[in-house]
């Protein structure tokens, strides 16, 4: 088929060189001419492992190109997808300025049917919005489909080319044809729904998964006071197929680009409804608390001053095998520390240019290697569980360290990793790990 897909964004991106790959004709379009020359040149501009070789293979074979010129990409292809940024506004609603401004584009450019899919996280009834938008700029046919996406960013080409299901929302049964003709070599899970509906099930798959991160973090904070291991009690739930092992890690939160922005939308969502959405509400709480359990920890340690203290920071990411950094937990954790007199060594091995750019917290030693990062420091905090972290010599790191003190946001390391150091260590939902040491905890009085 012939494909374009407006966006070169990370779900865009990711969607247009996997549809290549499966045989597809595609152009991927955008508006940032840089954008699109890294592209042309071979470059990609986000981390995600494998992309930058798939997307090569299939210019070579020419079934993948970029470009900045979206009437012509649009005049070349049968379907249509819309793939651009709606980026949380400051009342958490979505901004949809972007899309919307694509649809007129689109239909202006029409010059014949057209299937038009928006794999935008929208909020619901916004395809049907966006339909009376390019009808009132055409006179071409066309139908308007909703196709939310699933990717895990770090596995995004995994989770394109296997996905779980596909969701295609459609009103016309010829268009949802097509789709399922489109996407049958990926899965037969495929569900065919209402429109409104597959714009609902996007937002809630991703409220539920943060609510199950909010809940396992909550788990943990209880386990630190009772004596049990988080991570025990996740793989014992996990067994239960009504609850399943996914998302059940412990941590310091979860951040990036769709979790904080789609729980954010979906309270909105609910609230021009006149329906008070109690519980995300609590989700979101829970999680913005989170991030600070490394701030209490490490003033327990310190008695409460960490003025003048030097703290080291591995990781940035908000999660390994990428370079986003939105909403990462490590930005509110370091503005703290800086603010409260802290000098701070930072380091991720993917992420570090993209976190300056964002967030310009000023005074903060910026490292180029994790154990240059740990030298002469307090106490070191791990907020993404990089590979590069596990692999760590804790001997080594204890040797670097001026405090062999390990604040582990991530419960990257065991006990077997511990034997033999003498660090101050803490991790989350494991208190029998708390200084290195199996520590015996108080009979419970009820």
Same mark, same amino acid.
């Given at each position: 088929?012939?494909?374009?897909?407006?966006?070169?964004?990370?779900?865009?991106?990711?969607?247009?060189?996997?549809?290549?790959?499966?045989?597809?004709?595609?152009?991927?379009?955008?508006?940032?001419?840089?954008?699109?020359?890294?592209?042309?040149?071979?470059?990609?501009?986000?981390?995600?492992?494998?992309?930058?070789?798939?997307?090569?293979?299939?210019?070579?074979?020419?079934?993948?190109?970029?470009?900045?010129?979206?009437?012509?990409?649009?005049?070349?292809?049968?379907?249509?997808?819309?793939?651009?940024?709606?980026?949380?506004?400051?009342?958490?609603?979505?901004?949809?300025?972007?899309?919307?401004?694509?649809?007129?584009?689109?239909?202006? @450019?029409?010059?014949?049917?057209?299937?038009?899919?928006?794999?935008?996280?929208?909020?619901?009834?916004?395809?049907?919005?966006?339909?009376?938008?390019?009808?009132?700029?055409?006179?071409?046919?066309?139908?308007?489909?909703?196709?939310?996406?699933?990717?895990?960013?770090?596995?995004?080409?995994? !989770?394109?080319?296997?996905?779980?299901?596909?969701?295609?929302? @459609?009103?016309?049964?010829?268009?949802?044809?097509?789709?399922?003709?489109?996407?049958?070599?990926?899965?037969?899970?495929?569900?065919?729904? !209402?429109?409104?509906?597959?714009?609902?099930?996007?937002?809630?798959?991703?409220?539920?998964?943060?609510?199950?991160?909010?809940?396992?973090?909550?788990?943990?904070?209880?386990?630190?006071?009772?004596?049990?291991?988080?991570?025990?009690? @996740?793989?014992?739930?996990?067994?239960?197929?009504?609850?399943?092992?996914?998302?059940?890690?412990?941590?310091?939160?979860?951040?990036?680009?769709?979790?904080?922005? !789609?729980?954010?939308?979906?309270?909105?969502?609910?609230?021009?409804?006149?329906?008070?959405?109690?519980?995300?509400?609590?989700?979101?709480?829970?999680?913005?608390?989170?991030?600070?359990?490394?701030?209490?920890?490490?003033?327990?340690?310190?008695?409460?001053?960490?003025?003048?203290?030097?703290?080291?920071?591995?990781?940035?990411?908000?999660?390994?095998?990428?370079?986003?950094?939105?909403?990462?937990?490590?930005?509110?954790?370091?503005?703290?520390?800086?603010?409260?007199?802290?000098?701070?060594?930072?380091?991720?091995?993917?992420?570090?240019?993209?976190?300056?750019?964002?967030?310009?917290?000023?005074?903060?030693?910026?490292?180029?290697?994790?154990?240059?990062?740990?030298?002469?420091?307090?106490?070191?905090?791990?907020?993404?569980?990089?590979?590069?972290?596990?692999?760590?010599?804790?001997?080594?790191?204890?040797?670097?360290?001026?405090?062999?003190?390990?604040?582990?946001?991530?419960?990257?390391?065991?006990?077997?990793?511990?034997?033999?150091?003498?660090?101050?260590?803490?991790?989350?939902?494991?208190?029998?790990?708390?200084?290195?040491?199996?520590?015996?905890?108080?009979?419970?009085?009820?």
């Amino acid at each position: 088929m012939n494909i374009t897909v407006i966006g070169t964004g990370y779900v865009g991106l990711v969607s247009g060189i996997c549809y290549a790959e499966l045989g597809n004709r595609v152009i991927c379009v955008d508006k940032d001419p840089r954008k699109i020359e890294t592209l042309n040149a071979g470059g990609i501009p986000i981390y995600e492992p494998g992309l930058k070789e798939l997307a090569a293979s299939n210019r070579a074979a020419g079934m993948l190109t970029f470009t900045t010129d979206l009437p012509s990409a649009v005049r070349q292809s049968d379907i249509i997808i819309l793939a651009v940024g709606t980026p949380p506004l400051p009342n958490g609603e979505a901004n949809l300025s972007y899309i919307n401004q694509a649809a007129i584009e689109i239909a202006e @450019a029409m010059n014949g049917y057209k299937i038009i899919a928006v794999k935008s996280t929208v909020p619901v009834g916004t395809n049907e919005r966006l339909a009376e938008l390019i009808g009132s700029h055409t006179n071409e046919r066309f139908d308007s489909i909703s196709l939310p996406e699933f990717l895990r960013e770090g596995s995004a080409i995994q !989770d394109t080319l296997h996905p779980d299901r596909i969701i295609i929302g @459609a009103n016309s049964n010829s268009a949802a044809d097509i789709m399922r003709i489109l996407h049958i070599p990926l899965t037969e899970q495929i569900v065919v729904t !209402d429109i409104r509906s597959a714009e609902m099930i996007k937002y809630a798959s991703n409220a539920f998964l943060a609510t199950k991160i909010s809940f396992i973090n909550e788990i943990a904070n209880i386990c630190e006071k009772v004596g049990a291991d988080v991570t025990k009690v @996740a793989e014992g739930m996990g067994y239960d197929k009504r609850i399943g092992p996914s998302f059940l890690k412990a941590g310091i939160g979860y951040g990036g680009s769709c979790f904080p922005k !789609d729980t954010s939308a979906l309270i909105q969502i609910a609230g021009h409804v006149d329906y008070e959405f109690k519980l995300l509400r609590s989700v979101v709480e829970v999680n913005q608390d989170q991030r600070f359990n490394v701030i209490r920890k490490l003033e327990t340690i310190f008695g409460g001053e960490l003025h003048g203290k030097t703290i080291a920071i591995w990781g940035l990411a908000f999660k390994p095998n990428t370079d986003d950094v939105r909403d990462s937990p490590a930005a509110e954790i370091i503005q703290h520390l800086v603010d409260n007199g802290v000098r701070v060594k930072a380091y991720d091995p993917i992420a570090m240019d993209n976190f300056r750019a964002i967030y310009e917290i000023n005074g903060v030693e910026w490292c180029t290697e994790a154990m240059a990062t740990a030298s002469g420091a307090d106490a070191v905090c791990l907020l993404t569980e990089w590979e590069e972290f596990s692999k760590i010599d804790l001997g080594q790191l204890q040797k670097a360290l001026k405090s062999p003190i390990l604040i582990d946001g991530r419960n990257v390391f065991d006990e077997k990793d511990l034997l033999g150091t003498e660090f101050v260590y803490y991790s989350v939902g494991r208190p029998s790990l708390n200084q290195g040491v199996k520590q015996q905890m108080p009979v419970l009085q009820f």
